[in-house]
């Protein structure tokens, strides 16, 4: 029997039924088998390059430092089908394990998918990255007989300063996620993806990008604790209708407002949406004539909610074409829907909280960095969980190049070497094509 009452139709990013009459349940990161390979690939893929460390040894410079004397010119990029083979050797526990290694751009690049076996011998996320990395680094020292001396700098070139420094500075090996101690708490990892990652890994797409970050966000809500007993059915309709698109609710409202609409008549759409679906009523009329609603389904509002200030990103930024007005539009979106309502507005306020804060680092006096360096594990947007961080990763799909940290700039490796994988590029189809696999069990 289904947990929860709510049963949904799931829709793809061109407005297509996908799966019908699925219960709520079916998309949970918990019973949702598509939902779990994404999150098992983000942790066991890593990205390796060949070229970058080819050059480093050939220069010198590694670790973010020029080492004279110690260069080595070995031919990384036109031995990559032997380092592969090496490396797979390595990494691989069984011979009919799921261990890949993939060359990319013509050996300049390899892409290592660790085993689940491997990753299931220790607790922490980071065994496919220490574990690549290590196996890269053992395979040139052995096939390219790189004397005791000079071994030291294979190291660097492919670690970079760790472990001189927590992170990983100038190494050549990269996964999508960061090292745990960059992450803000317990939970935060999938969190701590940035927006920019996530839109080279859907190749702009913002549908798909809204999507992948609410797995990303939700999953990490289940990490932390936060979707447990009465707030685990809040978590799962945010991922629901704002990130899969459920009854086409978000299409449609982007499709309708798209031409000649603003942030103003998004909220008149979710509004009236909501109405018509029964989900708020008026509780009260006051002699000027404002009405102030109430609901008896505060996270199906949530939900509702989340929906508009996506689309309202979508179509403002879409507009403008420039993602700096991201937190702007978060703001005001959830300032008018408050106004419109005397509901609480997305996250139950949180949304419209970080949008202040955002707005002031993104951009403004401080300007520290453009709104795709943001995400969920961020000391200024971390207090919205689930719902805003793919308001976000859209508005960045949709800039038109405005960004001094472009996706281009900062996430090249990602889209080059994961821009490929089926499961991050296209999320909406996998998920809901497991959905209907899953809703027949439940």
Known sequence: ?????????????????????????????????????????????????????????????????????????????????KIAASVKEKVQVTPDDDTSVAIKADGKSLVVIVPEIRMNAGVEYTTGLTSVASAVTETIIDEFKVPMYKANMVKAAVWGKYPQTVGFDGANVKSILDIPQNNEGAGFALRNIMANHVVALVN???????????????????????AIGNFERSHLLGLAYQGLNANNMLYSIVKKNGKTGTVGTVVESIVGLAIDDGVIRVKETLPSGYKIYTTKDLPLWNAYAAVGQVAAVMVNIGAARAAQGVPGTVLYYNDLLEHETGLP????????????????????????????????????????????????????????????????????LIKEVFGDMVEFRTPMQIVGAEAKKVAKKI
């Open 1 to 81: 029997m289904p947990k929860y009452k709510d049963v949904i139709d799931l829709y793809d990013d061109n407005g297509k039924r996908i799966a019908k009459d699925i219960p709520l349940e079916a998309i949970s990161p918990l019973r949702n088998n598509a939902i779990k390979r994404i999150a098992s690939l983000t942790k066991r893929t890593v990205a390796v390059s060949l070229a970058g460390i080819e050059k480093s040894l050939k220069t010198g410079h590694v670790a973010d430092a020029l080492i004279k004397g110690k260069e080595i010119d070995i031919k990384l990029v036109d031995n990559a089908k």
């Open 204 to 226: 702009k797409n913002a549908m798909q990008g809204v999507a992948l970050s609410s797995i990303f966000e939700q999953c990490g809500a289940f990490e932390m604790g936060d």
């Open 345 to 412: 507005g997305t996250d139950y306020g949180r949304s419209a909280g970080v949008g202040v804060g955002m707005s002031f680092f993104s951009h403004s006096i401080y300007g520290g960095g453009g709104p795709g360096l943001f995400h969920g594990n961020h000391v200024v947007t971390r207090q919205s969980k689930g719902v805003l961080i793919p308001a976000v990763t859209a508005a960045n799909c949709l800039d038109g190049g405005t960004q001094t940290f472009s996706p281009e700039a900062t996430s090249g």
